[in-house]
């Protein structure tokens, strides 16, 4: 019960923050990893339109955590998205 309320809490703080004008600021390479289950895929379109050069990929199998849910798919394109800037 204490780990849902400090949740709770923590929602309602950032939920009174607009970070979307920020992200049109952002200058360098940028990747926007979901999982194909998460809760959070009504923001996909507006952080698209903020940062249409970013690279969108969806890992399936997994929901608002890939990197834990689905570590061998999201490592992978983690891997290939760093190693494309490395060039």
């Given amino acids: ?47 698209k339109m903020s940062i249409p050069s970013a690279r969108i990929e969806t890992i399936k199998n997994s929901g608002h955590f890939p990197f834990l849910e689905n570590r061998k798919d999201f490592f992978s394109v983690l891997i290939d998205f760093l190693r494309q800037r490395d060039r």
């Fill in 1 to 47: 019960a204490k780990k849902s309320s400090s949740l709770r809490y923590l929602f309602k703080d950032l939920s009174e923050y607009d970070l979307y004008p920020f992200l049109k600021k952002i200058t360098c390479p940028v990747m926007i990893v979901f999982g194909e289950k998460d809760a959070g895929l009504f923001a996909l379109d507006k952080m």
